[in-house]
């Protein structure tokens, strides 16, 4: 199924997307929910300002990122990374 165009609202509930290919797409203001996402690939894409709740990040690896601003419950990645440079060992 292929929807082309230009959609102002789209709910879509209780359905099978495996291997779904999400391009060019405009989400700002989108909600992602209750949702499976395991072993999902995210590229090129703007989280600016997002917020990810209540969410699992178990074995997450975030590589060749702009984490500008990035915090992890309050908390700056740069202060979480000059602390562990600092007490690394």
């Not at 165009?5 to 879509?12: A, H, P």
């Not at 908390?75 to 990374?81: L, Q």
Request: proline letters at 0%.
């Amino acid at each position: 199924m292929d929807i082309i165009g230009e959609e102002t609202t789209l709910n879509v509930d209780d359905c099978e997307f495996s291997a779904t290919t999400i391009k060019n797409t405009d989400m700002n203001n989108g909600v992602i929910s209750d949702t499976d996402m395991k072993n999902t690939k995210f590229e090129d894409v703007d989280f600016t300002g997002s917020r990810f709740n209540n969410v699992t990040f178990d074995d997450v690896e975030i590589t060749d990122c702009d984490v500008n601003g990035l915090k992890i419950d309050g908390i700056s990645i740069e202060e979480i990374y000059s602390f562990y440079k600092e007490n690394k060992k």
